[in-house]
């Protein structure tokens, strides 16, 4: 079993920028990846971004290249999510989740094991 606990999310203006963090507890070694989803009001979840756990290797969703970083701290087990330059669009619950699989880098959720309660990020124009 893994335990996933984000933190970070919040209330931030247009432009603005939040960190997301997730710390990871339980069965956690040799995990491949750790990637992050949002969810908004009445949309489908959808892929963010994610980082090998080895490699630290990343993919991100084309609507946020160029704002958001994602990194892990391998020796902490926790993953972060920077977030630069944020829009009203990118307002939705967001979740972490970890893979075992090299797969899970392309972004399909299918691809992870496990996965956090989620933490609200919300941008106002």
């Known amino acids: 079993q893994v335990q996933l606990v984000e933190s970070g999310g919040g209330l931030v203006q247009a432009g603005g920028s939040l960190r997301l963090s997730c710390a990871a507890s339980g069965r956690t070694f040799s995990r491949y990846a750790m990637g992050w989803f949002r969810q908004a009001p009445g949309k489908e979840r959808e892929f963010v971004a994610a980082?090998?756990?080895?490699?630290?290797?990343?993919s991100y969703a084309d609507s946020v290249k160029g704002r958001f970083t994602i990194s892990r701290d391998t020796a902490k087990t926790t993953g972060t999510l920077q977030m630069n330059s944020l829009k009203p669009e990118d307002t939705a619950v967001y979740y972490c989740?970890?893979?075992?699989?090299?797969?899970?880098?392309?972004?399909?959720?299918?691809?992870?094991?496990?996965w956090g309660q989620g933490t609200q990020v919300t941008v106002s124009s």
């Open positions: 989740a970890v893979s075992w699989t090299r797969a899970a880098l392309g972004g399909a959720a299918n691809e992870y094991d496990y």
């Open positions: 980082v090998s756990w080895s490699t630290a290797e990343t």
